[in-house]
């Protein structure tokens, strides 16, 4: 009987000290969150600094982020050459940040223009772009569909110029189906049909 009591007694003390040595090892209370490391950057970034601390290298103050400037992001695929480009009013987290902030947080991005009115990132991609499409027929009128290596293809838009208005040799092409890549050039497909 006295065993078996001593033998508990070692294993609840293995187990108490398994459970100090754990809490040392992977006790993580003084440790910073990504939470709490990006509100005390946004904390730091809310602290207004004098205007004479502002002054770059060349003793000019550098151009900042404001909220009237417009952010365009290109893609830039190098498959197909295609950019892609989104533009928008900089978050609330870029306003007042200069041209170096830019180049050492995004890394990957390579920044075209920096001024007050427009900030032009561009980040390259291997691969070929989205923006790949075919004109054809669809109920006797010039139709645009997307073509995907996966699902083939499917109707995006039927325009209203009637196939029967082309020349035979437009409505041969557009029965075998043209292939433009790009949003400009497929933009300017559809001029050239419709005029």
Do not use: C
């Not at 100090?20 to 003084?30: A, C, E, H, N, P």
């Not at 009013?89 to 990957?108: G, H």
């Not at 561009?122 to 691969?127: A, H, N, Y």
């Not at 040799?169 to 497909?189: P, V």
Request: net charge negative; proline share 3%.
């Amino acid at each position: 009987m006295r065993r078996i009591f001593l033998y508990l007694y070692i294993v609840a003390m293995v187990f108490t000290l398994l459970f100090f040595v754990s809490m040392l090892i992977f006790d993580d209370r003084g440790a910073e969150t990504p939470n709490e490391a990006l509100a005390a950057e946004v904390l730091l970034s809310d602290v207004i600094i004098p205007a004479a601390a502002n002054i770059d290298e060349s003793g000019e103050a550098p151009v900042l982020v404001k909220e009237s400037t417009t952010i365009v992001y290109e893609y830039y695929y190098k498959g197909d050459g295609i950019s892609e480009i989104t533009e928008e009013k900089p978050p609330y987290f870029l306003l007042d940040k200069s041209r170096t902030y830019f180049e050492e947080t995004f890394v990957d991005w390579e920044v075209l223009n920096f001024s007050e009115d427009k900030v032009i990132l561009r980040k390259s991609v291997e691969g070929d772009s989205s923006q790949h499409y075919v004109l054809g027929i669809h109920e006797g009128y010039v139709a645009v569909f997307y073509e995907d290596e996966i699902n083939g293809t499917n109707l995006k838009e039927i325009t209203s110029t009637p196939v029967n208005a082309l020349t035979g040799e437009d409505r041969q092409r557009l029965e075998q189906g043209i292939h433009i890549q790009g949003n400009e050039r497929l933009i300017k497909a559809l001029e050239d049909f419709g005029s």
